[in-house]
């Protein structure tokens, strides 16, 4: 395999990664206009929480495959409810005060995760276990493809099946895009806006931590700060997009991805970081509300 | 049916509602007219639960509603179709429509209501898969109160539905209003600037100043208002 297509294909990962991410991000921007700064660390939540089950599981001996669905399963679950619960304590209880309130509870539930679990844990890295086994017939694909890339592409794809199909024919997809675009009418009309936002924290939530565990099996490392980076990120992504837009964030992301990979591999790696804030400060001033948004957004 | 109990409502420290009591019975088609700034709106969202009253109650069939959410204010029965009709811009007409019936489950009945509605307003039928956002103002206030049928509600609130609407299409959209009442048996509360055609097909009507109920009569009897016809009717 060449070179440039190695770089592609890295490049498709990391914005696979940064789009599960940036849907949450994206989608809460769109109901409640918050920019949810703590949302990376519930993809770093799901990949502690991944790794602790996959290792008791070890433990009592339960084959590749059931814990590689469990550890997932419950991992993702379990930060779900996170999400859940950090909306109802951060920011429910200030909705209706300024911008700025819920912004700086953002960043303090952000710095408060963080640190719990690097008190809990260990502020050291981690190995991540391997838990996506080997398929052999990938060495079949013209392109060499890890089993932990192709996992990343194909939960990608379902999950913005899965989520395209949610928003548009289902009931609470329905009262998602009503909430987004009219509170009171959305609630004239009988719909529970708590519920709705509720209930995006949780899909945010669950596909962010879904992207942690899949990102940890890749990289096969993990601490308490992978969420900071991978959030910032996926917010630049959501921005480039046009913020509120989902197809936007997933765009962005690609972009960016790509954009990192690229330029990591023929300019220099030592600045892979830094091409998201250079995208972020042109699209900024070129169009600030982003490549798929719609009129002025409002600058946090 | 409905009843209002003295209830007064703010926004922050501005009082809007001061100690309003209204009454409206089953099968009635009320309305409440009132300068700008009178407090109608205001009314309405108290009912809804959207800006509830700090004191004073309201009365639904008897059960206190001034203490529960909108989504189950609507559950009991009372719709309403807001000023400005705030039809959702990005959703298709049937959409919109279906939102109508968010809390319903009854599918075969939904069905039907939705046949109605288009048999009511055909315009909506042939625009059932364009967006909210490109409709007239007229077709969205059709939509708007489409919308609102499409809850079945038992007690339909309408907030100045013949705003901004040619003459010959607010004629319809009252005919339409009255037929609701007789062939549906919705009450209906009927919030206008237009004092001539709202007194015109309501049974009762309330005046309302400055955030004050100050006079309340027969439909008739308020056309006949010396204070009604120099205030309002403006002749
Ligand atoms: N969201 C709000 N915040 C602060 N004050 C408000 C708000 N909405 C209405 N008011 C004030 O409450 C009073 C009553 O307003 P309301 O909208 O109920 O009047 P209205 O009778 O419906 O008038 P119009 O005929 O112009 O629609 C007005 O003085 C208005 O300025
Ligand atoms: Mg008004």
Same mark, same amino acid.
């Given at each position: 395999?060449?070179?440039?297509?190695?770089?592609? @294909?890295?490049?498709?990962?990391?914005? !696979?990664?940064?789009?599960?991410?940036? @849907?949450?991000? #994206?989608?809460?921007?769109?109901?409640?206009?918050?920019?949810?700064?703590?949302?990376?660390?519930?993809?770093?939540?799901?990949?502690?929480?991944?790794?602790? @089950?996959?290792?008791?599981?070890?433990?009592?001996?339960?084959?590749?495959?059931?814990?590689?669905?469990?550890?997932?399963?419950?991992?993702?679950?379990?930060?779900?409810?996170?999400?859940? #619960?950090?909306?109802?304590?951060?920011?429910?209880?200030?909705?209706? !005060?300024?911008? @700025?309130?819920?912004?700086? !509870?953002?960043?303090?539930?952000?710095?408060?995760?963080?640190?719990?679990?690097?008190?809990?844990?260990? %502020?050291?890295?981690?190995?991540?276990?391997?838990?996506?086994?080997?398929?052999?017939?990938?060495?079949? $694909?013209?392109?060499?493809?890890?089993?932990?890339?192709f996992m990343i592409f194909a939960s990608t794809a379902v999950v913005m099946v899965l989520l395209t199909f949610l928003i548009k024919f289902t009931k609470i997809g329905k009262s998602m895009r009503a909430a987004s675009q009219d509170k009171v009418m959305a609630k004239l009309l009988g719909v529970n806006v708590n519920k709705v936002i509720s209930v995006t924290f949780i899909i945010g939530s669950a596909t962010a931590a879904l992207g942690g565990i899949l990102i940890s099996s890749y990289t096969g490392q993990i601490n308490f700060y992978i969420g900071f980076l991978a959030g910032i990120k996926a917010f630049v992504a959501a921005v480039l997009g046009g913020i509120g837009s989902i197809p936007g964030a997933v765009l962005g992301s690609f972009v960016l991805g790509l954009t990192e990979s690229l330029g990591a591999g023929y300019i220099s790696s030592d600045y892979e970081d830094v091409f998201a804030f250079i995208i972020l400060a042109v699209i900024l001033i070129v169009k600030p509300a982003g490549i798929l948004g719609k009129g002025q957004i409002e600058k946090v | 049916m409905l009843k209002i109990d003295n209830i007064n409502t703010f926004y922050g420290k501005i009082q809007a509602l001061k100690n309003v009591s209204i009454e409206v019975s089953e099968g009635e088609i009320i309305t409440l007219i009132g300068a700008n700034g009178a407090g109608k709106s205001t009314t309405l969202m108290s009912i809804s639960g959207i800006v509830p009253a700090r004191t004073g109650k309201i009365y639904f069939e008897g059960q206190e509603i001034s203490s529960l959410e909108p989504d189950q204010i609507v559950g009991l029965g009372i719709s309403q179709v807001p000023e400005g009709r705030r039809i959702f811009p990005n959703l298709t007409v049937r959409e919109n429509l279906d939102l109508g019936a968010f809390l319903r489950k009854d599918k075969a009945a939904i069905h039907k209501d939705l046949d109605m509605v288009f048999e009511l307003f055909p315009i909506l039928a042939q625009r059932r898969h364009q967006a909210g956002g490109t409709l007239s103002g007229g077709e969205q206030q059709m939509l708007a109160? %489409?919308?609102?049928?499409?809850?079945?509600?038992? $007690?339909? $609130? $309408?907030?100045?539905?013949s705003l901004g609407l040619a003459p010959l299409i607010v004629q319809q959209i009252f005919e339409i209003i009255t037929q609701i009442n007789q062939e549906n048996k919705t009450t209906i509360f009927l919030v206008e600037q237009n004092a001539y055609l709202a007194l015109k097909i309501a049974h009762r009507g309330y005046v309302m100043e400055t955030g004050t109920v100050t006079l309340t009569d027969t439909g008739a009897n308020l056309m006949q208002n010396e204070e009604v016809k120099n205030a309002y009717l403006g002749v």
């Amino acid at each position: 395999m060449n070179y440039f297509t190695e770089v592609v @294909l890295s490049g498709l990962t990391r914005g !696979s990664i940064y789009a599960l991410i940036a @849907l949450g991000y #994206t989608m809460v921007y769109g109901i409640i206009e918050l920019i949810n700064f703590a949302h990376g660390e519930i993809y770093m939540i799901g990949a502690f929480t991944a790794l602790i @089950l996959a290792s008791v599981l070890t433990i009592f001996g339960f084959n590749t495959i059931a814990i590689l669905f469990l550890a997932s399963i419950i991992a993702i679950v379990y930060s779900a409810m996170y999400g859940y #619960t950090m909306e109802k304590v951060a920011y429910k209880p200030i909705r209706n !005060s300024q911008r @700025l309130s819920a912004l700086i !509870s953002a960043i303090g539930m952000s710095m408060f995760l963080q640190n719990y679990v690097r008190i809990a844990q260990t %502020s050291d890295f981690l190995p991540f276990p391997r838990i996506i086994p080997r398929f052999p017939w990938l060495s079949a $694909l013209p392109i060499s493809m890890s089993s932990a890339q192709f996992m990343i592409f194909a939960s990608t794809a379902v999950v913005m099946v899965l989520l395209t199909f949610l928003i548009k024919f289902t009931k609470i997809g329905k009262s998602m895009r009503a909430a987004s675009q009219d509170k009171v009418m959305a609630k004239l009309l009988g719909v529970n806006v708590n519920k709705v936002i509720s209930v995006t924290f949780i899909i945010g939530s669950a596909t962010a931590a879904l992207g942690g565990i899949l990102i940890s099996s890749y990289t096969g490392q993990i601490n308490f700060y992978i969420g900071f980076l991978a959030g910032i990120k996926a917010f630049v992504a959501a921005v480039l997009g046009g913020i509120g837009s989902i197809p936007g964030a997933v765009l962005g992301s690609f972009v960016l991805g790509l954009t990192e990979s690229l330029g990591a591999g023929y300019i220099s790696s030592d600045y892979e970081d830094v091409f998201a804030f250079i995208i972020l400060a042109v699209i900024l001033i070129v169009k600030p509300a982003g490549i798929l948004g719609k009129g002025q957004i409002e600058k946090v | 049916m409905l009843k209002i109990d003295n209830i007064n409502t703010f926004y922050g420290k501005i009082q809007a509602l001061k100690n309003v009591s209204i009454e409206v019975s089953e099968g009635e088609i009320i309305t409440l007219i009132g300068a700008n700034g009178a407090g109608k709106s205001t009314t309405l969202m108290s009912i809804s639960g959207i800006v509830p009253a700090r004191t004073g109650k309201i009365y639904f069939e008897g059960q206190e509603i001034s203490s529960l959410e909108p989504d189950q204010i609507v559950g009991l029965g009372i719709s309403q179709v807001p000023e400005g009709r705030r039809i959702f811009p990005n959703l298709t007409v049937r959409e919109n429509l279906d939102l109508g019936a968010f809390l319903r489950k009854d599918k075969a009945a939904i069905h039907k209501d939705l046949d109605m509605v288009f048999e009511l307003f055909p315009i909506l039928a042939q625009r059932r898969h364009q967006a909210g956002g490109t409709l007239s103002g007229g077709e969205q206030q059709m939509l708007a109160i %489409s919308r609102a049928i499409m809850g079945r509600p038992r $007690l339909l $609130l $309408l907030d100045e539905p013949s705003l901004g609407l040619a003459p010959l299409i607010v004629q319809q959209i009252f005919e339409i209003i009255t037929q609701i009442n007789q062939e549906n048996k919705t009450t209906i509360f009927l919030v206008e600037q237009n004092a001539y055609l709202a007194l015109k097909i309501a049974h009762r009507g309330y005046v309302m100043e400055t955030g004050t109920v100050t006079l309340t009569d027969t439909g008739a009897n308020l056309m006949q208002n010396e204070e009604v016809k120099n205030a309002y009717l403006g002749v």
